[in-house]
Nanobody, 118 residues
Framework: QVQLVESGGGLVQAGGSLRLSCAAS?????MGWFRQAPGKEREFVAA?????SYTDSVKGRFTISRDNAKNTVYLQMNNLEPEDTAVYFC?????????????????WGQGTQVTVSS
């Protein structure tokens, strides 16, 4: 089992920045961030394993990184837009490889709200 605890969400104005953190109870091969806006499907944002992957809408604005010593993954979000408003979820995968498919992640955190005002 891997427990995931997210933090760092909040309310920010458009153009602002937030950094999300996800602390895992033990090391996972790859980790990702997903988000879900009201009335929409949960969608892939970014993932990190042997390499990183981003959805097109956040490329150049978001950066995923990890601190293996702390079993923690981060999502630095810059130049935020109102369209980024959602609950952000951390996910962990015990298999190797980076994937954008939410069904391939084994563990999920409870989510943290990010609200971007215009």
């Amino acid at each position: 089992q891997v427990q995931l605890v997210e933090s760092g969400g909040g309310l920010v104005q458009a153009g602002g920045s937030l950094r999300l953190s996800c602390a895992a109870s033990r090391r996972a091969f790859s980790m990702g961030w997903f988000r879900q806006a009201p009335g929409k499907e949960r969608e892939f944002v970014a993932a990190i394993g042997g390499w990183t992957s981003y959805t097109d809408s956040v490329k150049g604005r978001f950066t995923i990184s990890r601190d293996n010593a702390k079993n923690t993954v981060y999502l630095q979000m810059n130049n935020l837009e109102p369209e980024d408003t959602a609950v952000y979820f951390c996910a962990a995968r015990v298999s190797a490889g980076v994937t954008t498919a939410k069904d391939e992640y084994n563990y999920w955190g409870q989510g943290t709200q990010v609200t971007v005002s215009s």
